[in-house]
């Protein structure tokens, strides 16, 4: 049974020392009804004291929970007892407008007079409810971003193994491990996944900033569970106690593989480019001084000669006059021949108006007469015009790999195939000779010539190989493709 307490014996006394609480009171007698309630009662429910008065409990209860009701009365009747606040979820109360209050009940009985009386407090919680929806709406929306972040969301201890005490879903992904594996290392510490190289650098960049309290910003490589290696980039802050002690690491690590290969090939681009400039402006002082040098000793010489048979015809005789004018004449010739061939030497005219084939073709004729190497030359589909940096970069590269020939090969014959789909034209250049080390010579940058072969072709979005060793002969191939060129008509 209850204990029996006594309430304060004056009426007066009695209501405000219930007005007192901020809680709804009502206190009922053995049958459910009503006898005494608080001012907050009537502010909760929206009756007055004389409409609450000698009416039913039941009447502050939704509708559908009166028949239940009377049976939970009287067992609460039978063995009356204190129920403490929140005995009851999601318990409602009913307003005389018809809406229902969600509610926490504390129930306590005392007997006056040899009357059983039961004290009801009741507790309106709807701003709590409210607060409680609202908190779990944020944190499902959290869940769900953080679920949908591409990386993993971490909490952690201060300490050099990265110690977990929560991860996102995400942390299988970058990882291959399940969260779970981490909290408390339980199977494996985060500390282990950093590359052995990176791991005093990142304890050391967090210790700054930690000491600092400031964000953290890192680049490091991870050892995924599959022994994969990826580069990830990290963003952090240390949490700290009201007295400045490190509680925590939070932040949130994402995988940049691919962007640091990106990086690096942009980079590795760049390098090229820039080899690139050089070689071009190589290539271009070393063909300015073989022009100056043409002009210098045999255009030059040839003007020379001239100037002196006109002042001859100026100041000579008749007689001699036809020996020296044809010898200008004759000196004429060779300065048109000259001139011709340094022409055709920078780039032949009928490359632009002829095409690839004729000019290739010119280009073995003059070739095999300078340096007495004969071409046996192969082909197919080129009697079709290509786009015209196209047909310039095959006749570049042709001519390039049997100047190579001619210079170090000590042969006197190489073969030449060019081939045209409608896609590709593949181009190779072949001698039995000498040969060389051609992976040293390209990682060297030792010759201009290879490298510029390679970038001609390159520039196209083909690619150039040259195969070679010491005694085995050389093979220059090249791929071009075509699905972009402009047909030159």
């Known amino acids: 049974m209850a204990r029996k307490e006594e309430l304060p014996t004056s009426e007066a006394g009695q209501q405000s020392l219930f007005d007192f609480v901020p809680d709804a009171i009502l206190v009922s007698d053995s049958k459910g009804q009503i006898v005494r309630i608080n001012s907050r009662a009537e502010a909760m429910f929206g009756y007055s004291r004389e409409e609450l008065l000698g009416q039913s409990i039941d009447l502050l209860l939704p509708e559908r929970l009166r028949g239940s009701h009377v049976g939970h009365r009287a067992h609460y009747y039978s063995e009356p007892r204190t129920r403490p606040m929140g005995t009851w979820s999601n318990f409602s109360?009913?307003?005389?407008?018809?809406?229902?209050?969600?509610?926490?009940?504390?129930?306590?009985?005392?007997?006056?007079?040899?009357?059983?009386?039961?004290?009801?407090?009741?507790?309106?919680i709807s701003?709590?409810?409210?607060?409680e929806s609202t908190l779990r709406e944020s944190q499902r929306t959290l869940s769900t971003l953080i679920s949908n972040l591409r990386g993993m969301a971490?909490?952690?201890?201060?300490?050099?193994?990265?110690t977990l005490e929560l991860a996102s879903d995400g942390c299988l992904d970058l990882t291959g491990y399940a969260a779970a594996d981490f909290v408390q290392n339980k199977k494996v510490s985060f500390g282990e996944l950093i590359h052995p190289e990176d791991r005093?650098?990142?304890?050391?960049?967090?210790?700054?900033?930690?000491?600092?309290?400031?964000?953290?910003?890192?680049?490091?490589?991870?050892?995924?569970?599959?022994?994969?290696?990826?580069w990830v980039w990290e963003q952090g802050i240390g949490i700290f106690s009201s007295d400045g002690t490190v509680e925590a690491l939070e932040g949130f690590i994402c995988?940049?593989?691919?962007?640091?290969?990106?990086?690096?090939a942009l980079d590795a681009y760049a390098q090229r480019l820039?080899?690139?400039?050089?070689?071009?402006?190589?290539?271009q002082e070393t063909e300015r001084r073989?022009?100056?040098?043409?002009?210098?000793?045999?255009?030059s010489q040839l003007l020379t000669g001239l100037k002196l048979n006109l002042e001859m015809l100026q100041h000579g005789n008749a007689e001699s006059a036809g020996a020296t004018l044809a010898g200008a004449l004759g000196l004429i010739n060779d300065l048109t021949t000259r001139m011709r061939s340094l022409s055709l030497d920078l780039r032949p005219s009928m490359l632009d108006d002829l095409g690839l084939l004729p000019a290739l073709l010119w280009h073995f004729d003059n070739y095999t007469k300078q340096t007495h190497v004969r071409v046996r030359f192969h082909h197919d589909g080129l009697d079709r015009r290509m786009a015209p940096?196209?047909?310039?970069?095959?006749?570049?590269?042709?001519?390039?790999?049997?100047?190579?020939?001619?210079?170090?090969?000590?042969?006197?014959?190489?073969?030449?195939?060019?081939?045209?789909?409608?896609?590709?034209?593949?181009?190779q250049v072949q001698d039995h000779g000498k040969g060389f080390d051609s992976a040293a010579a390209l990682r060297s940058h030792a010759t201009s010539g290879l490298a510029g072969m390679r970038e001609r072709a390159a520039l196209l979005g083909g690619h150039l190989t040259v195969d070679s060793k010491p005694g085995e002969g050389t093979r220059v191939i090249a791929e071009i493709p075509l699905s972009s060129e402009v047909n030159h008509e």
Not at 404 to 412: M, S
């Open 93 to 124: 109360a009913r307003h005389k407008d018809g809406s229902e209050i969600p509610v926490d009940i504390n129930l306590s009985a005392f007997t006056q007079d040899e009357k059983l009386f039961v004290i009801s407090v009741v507790r309106d």
């Open 127 to 131: 701003e709590r409810r409210r607060l």
């Open 154 to 162: 971490y909490r952690c201890k201060y300490d050099r193994d990265w």
């Open 200 to 230: 005093d650098k990142v304890w050391d960049d967090v210790q700054s900033a930690v000491r600092e309290k400031r964000p953290f910003q890192r680049t490091f490589r991870i050892t995924t569970a599959t022994g994969n290696e990826k």
């Open 255 to 264: 995988d940049i593989t691919a962007r640091k290969r990106d990086a690096d």
């Open 274 to 283: 820039r080899s690139l400039s050089h070689r071009l402006f190589h290539a």
């Open 290 to 299: 073989h022009i100056a040098r043409e002009l210098h000793d045999q255009v």
């Open 389 to 427: 940096d196209i047909e310039t970069a095959a006749y570049r590269i042709v001519q390039e790999a049997l100047t190579n020939v001619a210079r170090h090969a000590g042969v006197d014959e190489a073969e030449v195939r060019c081939s045209a789909s409608q896609t590709r034209l593949d181009i």
